[in-house]
C-alpha cells in the first residue's frame, strides 16, 4: 500500500512539474553587492552566467521562482514592468516591458537579501 501511495504522488508532483511553462528567463551581466560600509560592482564572468541564470515559472496562475529553489512569488503587473515578489520575502525579480529600455544589457534585475545586505543581479 505504501508504495502505491508513493508512486501516485510522484506521478502528481511530476504531472504538476510538467504544468509549469516558463513565465520569463535573464541571464546576469553585472553583480553588485551591498553590505554595512561596502558596496561593489562587478561584471559577471561569461563562465557565470549560466549558473546564475533567472528561471521563472508559472502554473495556471501561480508563479515560481524556479532558479531559487522554486520559491513562490507574487506577480505584480504596472505596465512598464512586471515585478515578481518572493512570497518569503527573501527578493524580488523586476522585469522591464519590450516597450520600456534603460540600456541595451539591462531588461531585468534579480534582488536578494542577504542576511543584512543584498546582491542585484542585472542582465537581459
Not at 22 to 29: D, L
Given at each position: ?20 511553462e ?10 553588485v ?8 560592482s562587478?561584471?559577471?564572468p561569461?563562465?557565470?552566467?549560466e549558473k546564475r541564470r ?41 522585469v522591464?516591458s519590450p ?11 534579480e534582488?536578494?537579501t ?11
Open positions: 500500500m505504501r508504495n502505491v501511495v508513493l508512486a501516485v504522488v510522484a506521478l502528481f508532483v511530476s504531472a504538476s512539474a510538467a504544468a509549469a516558463t513565465e520569463f528567463e535573464g541571464t546576469p551581466q553585472t553583480k553587492e551591498v553590505t554595512l560600509g561596502a558596496t561593489t562587478e561584471a559577471v561569461r563562465d557565470e552566467r533567472v528561471v521563472i515559472t508559472r502554473d495556471g496562475d501561480k508563479y515560481f521562482w524556479a532558479s531559487r529553489n522554486n520559491t513562490p512569488l507574487y506577480k505584480l503587473d504596472s505596465g512598464d514592468y512586471v515585478t515578481y515578489v518572493a512570497a518569503t520575502g527573501v527578493g524580488y525579480v523586476r522591464l516597450r520600456k529600455s534603460i540600456g541595451r544589457n539591462v531588461r531585468y534585475m534582488h536578494l542577504v542576511q543584512m545586505g543584498s546582491i542585484t543581479y542585472f542582465g537581459k
